[in-house]
T-cell receptor, first 117, second 111 residues
Framework: EAGVAQSPRYKIIEKRQSVAFWCNPISGHATLYWYQQILGQGPKLLIQ????????DSQLPKDRFSAERLKGVDSTLKIQPAKLEDSAVYLC???????????????FGPGTRLTVL | QKEVEQNSGPLSVPEGAIASLNCTYSDRGSQSFFWYRQYSGKSPELIMF????GDKEDGRFTAQLNKASQYVSLLIRDSQPSDSATYLC???????????FGPGTSLSVIP
């Protein structure tokens, strides 16, 4: 089973520039998450999709961040304009059944490391 | 009060010792509890899941849950250098809710 795919893996931009991240979840997973993980902190949920609908975006800075999942599969997260404090790893995850622990759990992609200069 | 808190690290234990990682949560409605391991520069991977009070064992790992105290812990027996990582505690109210992560505890196992 292929895992969660993300691209790019690394991105360096200057403040006030725009950037977009792409995520392809595990096939069949209806729930998709975007997290922001700042160095030394736990992941913080930015947005949760169920199919192509938004379930939770309460912590998404909507003045600069946007996300979409138009066909209920791939998703993109955009930042426009970027600020220095947006430097972080952006993790995409999808939820599905884990046969080992016998519950639904999140599978994380490799992340995109964003550096804003 | 933060929703999920973990004991501050870094935690250092000698190889072969027991590592004890602690987590408390604020929402009494939380039903599912996860421990993720995250190696430096990598994404989190699930190592334990627990939802009932008591202990759950999987190999060298034991998760302990006490809902009355709103406390969940992870014990790692016979710690190995390969266990050196950051351990993230995560809680969820229902399977339709968001998962809330703690800040993580960095563990270093010294050979």
């Amino acid at each position: 089973e292929a895992g969660v795919a993300q691209s790019p893996r690394y991105k360096i931009i200057e403040k006030r520039q725009s950037v977009a991240f792409w995520c392809n979840p595990i096939s069949g997973h209806a729930t998709l998450y975007w997290y922001q993980q700042i160095l030394g902190q736990g992941p913080k949920l930015l947005i949760q999709f169920q199919n192509n609908g938004v379930v939770d975006d309460s912590q998404l800075p909507k003045d600069r961040f946007s996300a979409e999942r138009l066909k209920g599969v791939d998703s993109t997260l955009k930042i426009q304009p970027a600020k220095l404090e947006d430097s972080a790893v952006y993790l995409c995850a999808s939820k599905g059944r884990d046969s080992r622990v016998r519950t639904d759990t999140q599978y994380f992609g490799p992340g995109t490391r964003l550096t804003v200069l | 009060q933060k929703e999920v808190e973990q004991n501050s690290g870094p935690l250092s234990v000698p190889e072969g010792a027991i590592a004890s990682l602690n987590c408390t949560y604020s929402d009494r409605g939380s039903q599912s509890f996860f421990w993720y391991r995250q190696y430096s520069g990598k994404s989190p991977e699930l190592i334990m899941f627990i939802y009932s009070n008591g202990d759950k064992e999987d190999g060298r790992f034991t998760a302990q849950l006490n809902k009355a105290s709103q406390y969940v812990s992870l014990l790692i027996r016979d710690s190995q250098p390969s266990d050196s990582a950051t351990y993230l505690c995560a809680v969820m109210k229902t399977s339709y809710d968001k998962v809330i992560f703690g800040p993580g505890t960095s563990l270093s196992v010294i050979p």
